[in-house]
């Protein structure tokens, strides 16, 4: 036995030292955003004997470029990952529980769609958005954000909705549901589960993404992602302040993943580990 | 093409079947398949958007110069080079992870909460925290723990950008490919490994013949995933070196010719052959995939 638990003292001790590396920039980053510059480029670091101080979120709070990207990514994420659902809750419903021959084609050519790199539909889309003023839009934005994670989506639901008993919807058939009410008083219902992961997903996605966001918003549509590459300019050399936007722009979805991260890893394998 | 078994043909709901899919599959062809046809066309015309109005067909002149010119060569090998790189130590440490997550540990869902994080952090964060509060080589965190060795400091970023870079992106992935092995293993049978263990099988045995095996197609599963984001790999060479021969793969080079260079031919060009080099890749990932289908 005594050999047993000193095993589980060394394992337990490894995966906490390797779990506590992997997040250390983060932590680091934490630690650095309570820290004044001159404490944050100090040589040796300073771990924990620091003035600590709220100036730098103070700082970035006031700033109203943190605001305007804050609630442009609220709304790009937002608007698009509802847009995705609106399309594809229909779509994987016919997949599941209408399907014909062409179905698995139809998945599979969703899935190949995710294969094509965005830099390979970049030149049309920029001149189109140019020509149609929907350049710097949020509502193009996340119009283009929804195409990009519309496969993903219609996959989770439709392995999703597979899971759902026909037998359930064919019960609410024979009362006379109607299609409308037997998709949104039983399927709804019964998936909800399912499709509240699939929100989070494509809304973590959507929040991250850093091609389409940082290549097409300039001023008055820029999120998150824009307001921090900005600081790649020289201004990247204030660290704590770096480390406070940082932060901030990384914890609405950050707690989202910690609360559904096994759906949200597993979602995008497109269900092919389960 | 075979119909999927395990579901039910029910004909009479067919119409409305194909009504609801409909709207879907019209944005995929709006923001996918059209402007793939543009850029076929375009990568076929002498387009600069200094002069718009001379648009003549050129054939595949601007493939000829891409493949002539100095700087497509070292993007393509960039390109291969990071998606390796990334995906080998992602991988590589994902599964040591893994391996030590499965074993008996105390706090393991704490554990995967520390694990997970990195990889919800949106590129130009990461990018930016490790370029400059780990990798700066004054006063940057790495630089201190070499001097604690007494190693000279080391300029990541002007020594070896690319690395750099897939470092980074390594991180960011490490927790995908570490919680997709990890839940893997969980399913995997213990007593399986329990008996071998009685048998008096050495782990590195154990490891090899029973564990590996049955991670196989979940590894197989990481890489493609992987690498279909890892070919798109944009904003952490944007906010940390900006381009550059060093650093510049297929997706930066596409970018900087039609943003930089405003030459639409060539940047058409180029984004083609990138597509190209994902449909290979791809072929495999939609069979793997495609698979799970019927299982």
Request: glycine share 6%; net charge positive; hydrophobic share 60%.
């Amino acid at each position: 036995m005594r050999t047993r638990r000193t095993n589980r003292a060394i394992v337990t001790l490894l995966a906490w030292g390797a779990s506590l590396a992997i997040a250390f920039p983060l932590l680091w980053a934490l630690l650095t955003s309570f820290k004044t510059e001159l404490e944050a480029v100090a040589f040796p670091p300073r771990f924990l004997s620091f003035d600590w101080t709220l100036a730098n979120y103070r700082n970035v709070l006031a700033d109203g470029d943190y605001f305007h990207a804050l609630i442009n990514s609220v709304v790009i994420a937002g608007g698009s990952s509802a847009l995705v659902l609106a399309l594809a809750v229909p779509a994987a419903w016919s997949m599941a529980f209408a399907p014909t021959r062409r179905t698995r084609g139809i998945l599979l050519w969703m899935l190949s769609t995710k294969m094509l790199p965005p830099v390979g539909v970049f030149i049309p889309i920029f001149l189109f958005y140019r020509d149609w003023g929907l350049l710097d839009s949020r509502f193009g934005i996340a119009l283009l954000l929804a195409a990009g994670n519309l496969p993903i989506a219609a996959w989770m639901l439709f392995s999703n909705f597979r899971e759902v008993p026909g037998e359930i919807l064919e019960a609410a058939r024979m009362d006379g549901a109607s299609l409308w009410q037997e998709v949104v008083t039983v399927l709804a219902p019964l998936a909800l589960p399912g499709i509240a992961s699939t929100f989070f997903l494509v809304f973590t996605l959507a929040w991250n993404e850093s091609f389409w966001t940082l290549n097409l918003a300039t001023t008055e549509a820029t999120p998150l992602t824009a307001f921090i590459a900005a600081f790649s300019s020289p201004q990247g050399l204030f660290w704590a302040r770096l480390s406070a936007a940082s932060i901030l722009s990384i914890i609405p979805v950050l707690l989202i993943g910690w609360l559904c991260q096994r759906q949200l890893v597993r979602g995008l394998t497109f269900g092919a580990v389960k | 093409m075979t119909a999927v078994p395990s579901i039910r043909q029910r004909s009479y709901l067919r119409g409305p079947g194909r009504l609801l899919i409909a709207p879907a599959i019209l944005l995929l062809v709006a923001a996918s398949i059209a402007p793939l046809i543009v850029t076929i066309k375009f990568s076929l015309t002498d387009y600069r958007l200094l002069f718009p109005n001379s648009t003549g067909f050129v054939g595949l002149a601007n493939f000829a110069h891409l493949l002539a010119s100095p700087d497509f060569w070292p993007a393509l090998i960039n390109t291969l080079l990071l998606i390796a790189v990334v995906l080998v130590v992602s991988i590589a440490a994902g599964l040591a992870l893994a391996l030590l997550l499965d074993g008996p540990v105390l706090g393991r869902g704490a554990l995967r909460l520390l694990v997970i994080s990195p990889f919800f952090v949106m590129p130009p964060v990461s990018a930016l925290l490790w370029k400059n509060l780990l990798m700066q080589p004054v006063s940057g965190l790495f630089a201190w723990l070499a001097s604690l060795v007494g190693l000279p400091a080391f300029d990541w970023f002007s020594r070896a950008p690319l690395l750099s870079i897939a470092l980074i992106v390594a991180w960011q992935w490490l927790p995908f490919a570490a919680l997709i092995l990890l839940t893997s293993l969980q399913s995997f049978s213990h007593e399986l490994r329990e008996a071998a263990q009685l048998d008096g099988a050495p782990p590195l045995a154990i490891l090899r013949h029973l564990v590996l095996p049955h991670l196989a197609r979940p590894i197989a599963i990481v890489v493609m995933i992987e690498t279909i984001f890892l070919i798109g790999i944009f904003a952490e060479i944007l906010v940390t070196t900006g381009g550059g021969a060093a650093s510049t793969n297929l997706a930066f080079q596409v970018y900087a010719q039609a943003m930089l260079r405003y030459d639409v031919g060539a940047a058409s060009a180029a984004g083609l052959i990138a597509v190209v080099f994902a449909n290979i890749l791809a072929l495999f990932l939609v069979r793997a995939v495609g698979r799970s289908l019927e299982a």
